[in-house]
């Protein structure tokens, strides 16, 4: 039987679902509040508290623009900027979930950031949905010899396949997926959850939904019908706070009846879940992956691409100091996959290249 074991929870389709709580950057800067919604997972009796640790730099070039957050206009790396977490808060907040008997993992988005979680002693990592595609990352990550769970937003079936594959090559045979939309909100008859049953034949893994609905408990509860081993849902300590991820998020009275839900429908028998799931047919859709209608204005520059972020002159290497693995947001043209990240160092550019825009082909071949 194909298991995942995050320290001393085995996670399989025998076991109960394993409950991630989104912590995500609702802590707006404020380690005090990083501590007060690890205390709300804990109350809420979920089985790990996850984080997004991040670096605007080695997130999005400089200019990726401005977006429209709660009716402003915010500069997209200003934002990230001031919700980074600080390198020193990951072995306060990994001994507080230690004091507090809940898992501690997080979402690195860099390499660094990945050494620094795992010098902590973090028993698991999670790749987000932008980064499924960030196959420099995975394959640093996968070198670790610990779990991954992936999020297969934003993505097609090829690029899942060729994600898992890193990761196995790498010797790592510890990975699970999660069946994501990645909008936000996200409408729940887009959810098509039924691709979580092909996800778990078609390549052999453990596998989940990560919940981007509004709904406290539907997506979460028919995935845990259709053999979904993990859950992940955003939470928060109140949905009416300023940030890109409060409004969609659960507060947590919300969290902790989700929990109870998912708990009530795994002792549900065969019959009873086939029932229920039976309600909600366009919810669980079909055994296809397809990029949503509701990801489509996302997936052009939410993705992972090879970017300048120096000056290059005709003539000169290109190196880790000049280019990057970055998105590109929705205002800039996307660059080279970043699967092709090793073959490009020290290449020749054949031109001058401007800092912050994508690397193309035509940069590098004459």
Known sequence: MVSLKVGKRLINQNSPTFIIAEAGSNHDGDLNQAFQLVDIAVKAKVDAVKFQIFK???????????????????????????????????????????????????????????????????????????ELNHIPLINHIAKKSKPMILSDGLSTLSEIELAIESVKKQNNNQVAILHCLSSYPAPANEYNLNFIQTLIKVFGVVAGVSDHTTNPFLVPTLAVCNVARIVEKHFTLNKKLPGADHFFALEPDELTLMVKKIREVEKYSLRQKEQYMSKYKDIMGGYQKTIAPSEMELYPGDKRSIFVIGDIKSGQKLNKKNIRVLRAERFLKPGIHPSFYDLIINKTAKRNIKKFQGLQWSDVLN
């Open 56 to 130: 605007a730099d080695k997130l999005y070039p400089k200019n990726c623009g401005n977006i429209k957050l709660d009716n402003k206009i915010i500069d997209i790396y200003g934002f990230l900027k001031k919700h980074e977490v600080d390198y020193s808060w990951i072995p306060k907040l990994k001994k507080y979930c230690d004091q507090k008997n809940i898992i501690f993992f997080a979402t690195p988005f860099d390499e660094k950031s990945a050494n620094i979680l795992d010098d902590s002693g973090v028993l698991a990592y999670k790749i987000g949905s932008p």
